[in-house]
């Protein structure tokens, strides 16, 4: 994966397009986001129209010549798409197929024939976050929420008790897993190494899944106890399908990218011999480009021919996965414009300085920023974008550990308290049947658990790394 290396981010900060001091900056940088979200809050612009039109204003009141800013806006979003933007095409492209050819409803099926009453909330979590693995989030809704209806219905289960513990294990695949596009992002903009990153990741989310999932689950059942709402119960992907790929072959291209990004990083921290020919191989073969790369094509006779698919059909299947992502690499893409324009306007000094007056810890102050920049966008990419740019510069001089946790931190933070400015807590209302004030009661404070529990989780490892 292409990356902006630790010094170059430190050598971009040290040399601003602008002289402008901490306070004039500081006010940049506070009207320059105050812009955009009012561009996506108040008049609903396209995320990446505000984030353009943002980053001239931060470099404009910046004090920045145009011309740099331009420049920089360009040259960062140029950088991020190149770094990340393969990986989302390939995520894309392997989620559509496990949805297409039935993969992702037979894991379905398969774990909750075995599941009962008391295993069914842990059956939920298991199911979301391994299909939640390569699905972008508002996919991964779409697929499961049809599940959850049913199983709720069918078992005269709790919706809550169900549906908590799905919609937990894919909000925090998407806010802390790489290949999600925030978790990219971040690794991207702070040189953060992706199979570190990726392992410690999973660290933190299992607790945090438990405990904002089938734990939390119990009281969210007790608040809001709703019946599944009959008209929200649509067609599954696989109805339609003669047949279906099995469980094990599905499950084995699901984690097959996981399983070589994770043996990259054991047998760089084991071995660390850039002459070793086993490193030499897991160098490859673990780069997150040919990890997902492997697993599409892998996914293609698993997934696609097992279904039944002709070479047309994949085609189709492949051709239709890329165009919804189009809006996805461009948000991504300005948002790094934005952090690129952050960094060279001389706002990463202004952080680090800032840092060391109040003595903030650099994992909270990044999990406090990524906080504040998601309850005013609603947006987490954005916030997790916007965070990596403010404090890149704490990277500098971190160990490869301690830039994976700076990473996961600003996906804790990223997920806080989702509101009414959220496309999700929408998505989630509507599915569920529920009003605006049990929607808050129940995903809104499930979205805030995750967060602090998972930089409560994310401190306890800085203490051993």
């Known amino acids: 994966m292409t990356s902006l290396s630790v010094e170059t981010l430190a050598a971009d900060a040290a040399e ?24 996506i809050t108040k ?31 360009s040259g960062g979003l140029g950088k991020t798409v190149a770094g990340v933007g393969v990986l989302i095409a390939l995520g894309a492209i392997l989620g ?39 699905l972008f989030f508002e996919v991964g809704i779409v697929l499961l929420i049809p599940v959850v209806l049913l199983v709720a219905k069918r078992g005269n289960y709790s919706l809550m008790r ?21 978790p990219l992002v971040a690794i991207d903009a702070l040189g953060a190494n992706l199979g570190v990153t990726l392992a410690l990741g999973v660290l933190v989310a299992i607790p945090t899944v438990i405990i904002a999932g089938p734990l939390f689950s119990r009281y969210a059942a007790r608040w809001v106890d709703i019946p599944a709402p009959e008209k929200m119960i649509p067609v599954r992907p696989s109805e339609d399908l003669e047949k279906r790929p099995g469980f094990g072959a599905t499950v084995a291209t699901v984690l097959l990218p996981v399983v070589l990004m ?25 780069s997150p480009l040919i990890a997902l790369l492997a697993a599409v094509l892998v996914g293609l006779f698993t997934l696609g021919r097992a279904a039944g698919f002709t070479k047309d059909r994949l085609s189709t299947t492949v051709e239709k996965s890329l165009a919804p992502i189009a809006g996805v690499l461009m948000i991504v893409g300005a948002g790094g414009g ?112 995750i967060s602090v529990v998972g930089i409560v989780f994310v401190l306890l490892l800085s203490l051993v790394i």
């Open 16 to 39: 601003p397009i602008t002289s402008a001091g901490n306070a004039q900056l500081g006010i940049a940088v506070l009207v320059g986001i105050a812009v955009i979200v009012l561009l």
């Open 43 to 73: 008049f609903k612009l396209h995320a990446f129209l505000a984030l353009t039109i943002g980053s001239l204003a931060l470099g404009a009141l910046a004090g920045a010549p145009l011309g740099a800013t331009i420049e920089s806006f």
């Open 96 to 134: 559509k197929l496990l949805a297409d050819s039935g993969g992702a409803d037979q894991i379905v099926d398969t774990i909750l024939a075995r599941a009962n009453a008391r295993t069914m909330p842990w059956a939920m979590v298991l199911i979301a976050s391994v299909i939640g693995l390569p």
């Open 162 to 182: 169900i549906g908590i513990p799905a919609l937990a294990g894919l909000s925090v695949m998407h806010g802390l897993i790489p290949p999600h596009p925030g």
């Open 262 to 286: 994770l043996a990259k990083a054991l047998v760089d921290i084991v071995v660390d011999d850039p002459d070793n020919g086993l490193q030499k191989v897991t160098d490859v073969i673990g």
């Open 338 to 449: 934005f952090k690129q324009t952050l960094i060279d306007v001389g706002v990463g000094q202004m952080i680090l300085d800032f840092s060391e007056d109040w003595s903030i810890p650099a994992l909270l102050l990044a999990w406090l920023i990524a906080v504040a920049i998601r309850l005013a966008t609603g947006s987490a990419t954005v916030a997790t974008i916007s965070a990596a740019g403010l404090v890149a510069p704490l990277a500098e001089g971190m160990s490869t550990g301690e830039t994976a946790l700076l990473v996961l931190a600003i996906g804790a933070g990223s997920l806080f308290f989702s509101h009414v400015n959220d496309a999700g807590f929408w998505l989630v209302k509507e599915y569920f049947g529920m009003d605006v004030g049990q929607t808050i009661k129940t995903w809104s404070v499930m979205e805030t658990i």
